[in-house]
């Protein structure tokens, strides 16, 4: 903010520290929602135990139907 009241600095050196601060506050927040996104995208072992359980039953029902 420093930065904004002086009159020594140019524009683009304003500029440039403000991506600069507005990247870091980003960098931030994308670390901190990092793990969780991990996890949802790849620690699904429960949806395909259920998926596996399902399509057991599946073949279940279908031998049991081939049966009779």
């Given at each position: 903010?420093?930065?904004?009241?002086?009159k020594?600095?140019?524009?683009?050196?304003?500029?440039?520290?403000?991506?600069?601060?507005?990247?870091?506050?980003?960098?931030?927040?994308?670390?901190?929602?990092r793990?969780?996104?991990?996890?949802?995208?790849?620690?699904?072992?429960?949806?395909?135990?259920?998926?596996?359980?399902?399509?057991?039953?599946?073949?279940?029902?279908?031998?049991?139907?081939?049966?009779?």
């Amino acid at each position: 903010m420093d930065m904004l009241v002086s009159k020594d600095e140019s524009a683009s050196q304003i500029s440039d520290k403000i991506k600069d601060l507005l990247f870091a506050k980003s960098a931030e927040n994308i670390e901190s929602i990092r793990p969780n996104v991990a996890a949802s995208i790849f620690d699904e072992p429960e949806v395909e135990s259920e998926l596996e359980q399902e399509v057991e039953e599946i073949e279940d029902e279908g031998e049991s139907s081939e049966e009779e």
